[in-house]
């Protein structure tokens, strides 16, 4: 149960893209299509931004979006925005349990 | 709206218990998995457990395995968690949250571990 690698920061100027990679192996990531994205602000619960891979929950802006290739998922932040600068984190299903990435702290310049 | 709130933290010497709960409100409990997540006070989340709709198919990190018991009360709309042989290293913010692909979260209730 090793948790999923991800890049400790990321940044971009508002307007421009981000993508954030979350690395696991072919038990995890690369054997299921349960990657989840959640964005989680200074002293509060983590949000879902994305499931099951691709999928956006009602509510969140269509900037948000999701892809796997291969053992690597990644999350993709369009025209970033000052509200977007938060801690990311993915999970993934790994056959009977889940695990979590390492979290990335998205920084808007 | 899905509301999920959890309590029962608090302030526990190391090798005591506690029990979390969670109750859940805004959608049909029985119908899905719930799971605990924890997470150490500056560090990253760590997925701690899960529980199926009915209450089977439960499984746990192995840093918890045989010390805490995830259970639920699909009467009550609760979930719960039993931590025993806490260790300092268990200090963290326990959420609980929707299954299967941690759709909702609940607010959290600390627990902290110390002599």
């Known amino acids: 149960q090793s948790a999923l690698t991800q890049p400790p920061s990321a940044s971009g100027s508002p307007g421009q893209s981000v993508t954030i990679s979350c690395t696991g192996t072919s038990s995890d990531v690369g054997g299921y299509d349960y990657v989840s994205w959640f964005q989680q602000l200074p002293g509060k619960a983590p949000k879902v931004m994305i499931y099951e891979v691709t999928k956006r929950p009602s509510g969140v802006p269509d900037r948000f979006s999701g892809s796997k290739s291969g053992n690597t998922a990644s999350l993709t932040v369009s025209g970033l925005q000052a509200e977007d600068e938060a801690d990311y984190y993915c999970s993934s299903y790994a056959g009977s349990n889940y695990v979590f990435g390492t979290g990335t702290k998205v920084t808007v310049l | 709206q899905v509301q999920l709130v959890e309590s029962g933290g608090g302030v526990v010497q190391p090798g005591r218990s506690l029990r979390l709960s969670c109750a859940a409100s805004g959608f049909t409990f029985s119908s899905y998995g719930m799971h605990w997540v924890r997470q150490a006070p500056g560090k990253g989340l760590e997925w701690v457990a899960v529980?199926?709709?009915?209450?089977?198919?439960?499984y746990y990190a192995d840093s918890v395995k045989g010390r805490f018991t995830i259970s639920r009360d699909n009467s009550k709309n609760t979930v719960f968690v039993q931590l025993n042989s806490l260790r300092v290293e268990d200090t963290a913010v326990y959420y609980c949250a929707k299954g299967p692909s941690f759709e909702h979260w609940g607010q959290g209730t600390l627990v902290t571990v110390s002599a």
């Open positions: 529980i199926g709709f009915d209450g089977s198919h439960i």
